[in-house]
């Protein structure tokens, strides 16, 4: 029997796995299935995750606020923190990419990346870089603050409200009998309420909105610190930050004024989602790492120069190592090795006296 086979489906494995290849710090299949080995915990959560049962006190006041609808619903969280820094970074790679294009006169030097003989434009890999990078952090957060939501299960402000507790003997906590007691043994009766209301009146701490929120906001901020290079106004990129901060900052109090949670759940939130944003940005990133990496140095005009630049920075090589190994040290020992590279540089031998020193010791 013989089989009819398509060539153009070898041609696009080839492709594909080609394409895989030649990106360098991208490493699509592994980092998707990253994405999804963490939100996989999350939906668990979200689906069957049962939050730990926390009892009350009757006469607790901060649980007898009224049921209040979000004001910042869902759907407006996901559009601040996703469609918006999504859109911005999109915006700023294709303003940065055509910038360098003018820059260069289209006579780029930067290597070129073909996909199924269509010219990648640097600006997708740049945003995909980032947006990915992004993404991550988000479901990080994400499962950082689920982990704490269902191991502490801390109730929420309106509980009384929406769960109505009976405990048993069909008393309430209008019964004197309730009064000054821990009640561990109850159920809600729950009247007006959906088992989801049920569960999420558990799950206080901390609170998801200010996590979510101030990790996107303060993530998008700290990306226009790095990409946002335009030299037209210089308060326009603070501006913009500050306006996003204050996006978040609105959407954490929303959630006290809405008795959806307790100031302490905010504030846990918002630390949660801050740190986060600034250990991503800072060490998964690449936002910074070639201001890190930068360093200014003064050109030496003359032979003069040249040999005062290498005295002074042996001199400040010598004394790092003298302050480091001060209790250790032998003083003639990089008096000699001082003499030495001298003697040797004028040879034309490379000699570093730091690495040297270190290894002589």
Request: net charge positive; charged share 15%; proline share 4%.
């Amino acid at each position: 029997m013989e089989l009819n086979f398509n060539p153009s489906f070898v041609l696009l494995f080839f492709n594909i796995k080609e394409f895989w290849h030649v990106i360098p710090n991208i490493n699509f299949p592994a980092s998707f299935v990253l994405r999804v080995f963490i939100g996989l915990p999350i939906l668990l959560f979200f689906v069957w995750g049962d939050p730990y049962k926390r009892g009350f006190f009757c006469d607790d006041e901060s649980l007898m606020h009224p049921f209040k609808d979000s004001t910042i619903k869902s759907w407006m969280l996901y559009v601040i923190g996703l469609l918006i820094p999504i859109g911005v970074m999109l915006l700023v790679e294709i303003l940065q990419s055509r910038h360098n294009e003018r820059i260069s006169n289209g006579n780029s030097t930067s290597r070129r990346y073909v996909f199924m003989d269509y010219d990648i434009p640097d600006w997708m890999l740049e945003a995909y870089k980032k947006i990915g990078v992004f993404g991550f952090g988000v479901l990080v957060t994400q499962l950082t603050t689920d982990i704490a939501k269902y191991s502490i299960g801390r109730l929420r402000p309106h509980f009384f409200a929406v769960c109505q507790p009976i405990m048993p003997g069909g008393t309430t906590c209008a019964s004197f009998l309730n009064q000054n007691k821990y009640i561990m043994d109850f159920h809600c009766k729950g009247v007006g309420s959906t088992e989801r209301m049920l569960k999420e009146a558990r799950l206080s701490f901390p609170s998801g909105h200010s996590s979510f929120s101030f990790f996107t906001m303060v993530y998008l901020a700290m990306y226009l610190q790095s990409r946002m290079t335009w030299q037209g106004s210089k308060l326009l990129r603070h501006f913009l930050q500050f306006c996003f901060i204050m996006v978040a900052w609105y959407t954490a109090l929303s959630r006290v004024s809405d008795y959806k949670h307790h100031w302490s759940d905010v504030l846990a939130g918002t630390v949660i989602g801050s740190l986060l944003a600034i250990v991503v940005a800072n060490y998964v990133s690449d936002l910074f790492s070639n201001k890190k990496n930068c360093k200014t140095y003064a050109l030496p005009q003359t032979v003069q120069d040249v040999t005062q630049t290498q005295t002074t920075n042996d001199k400040q090589s010598f004394q790092y190592i003298i302050l480091k190994k001060k209790k250790n040290i032998n003083y003639k020992i990089y008096c000699n090795l001082f003499t030495l590279k001298q003697k040797i540089r004028k040879k034309g031998i490379p000699f570093n006296l730091r690495t040297s020193a270190k290894i002589y010791l």
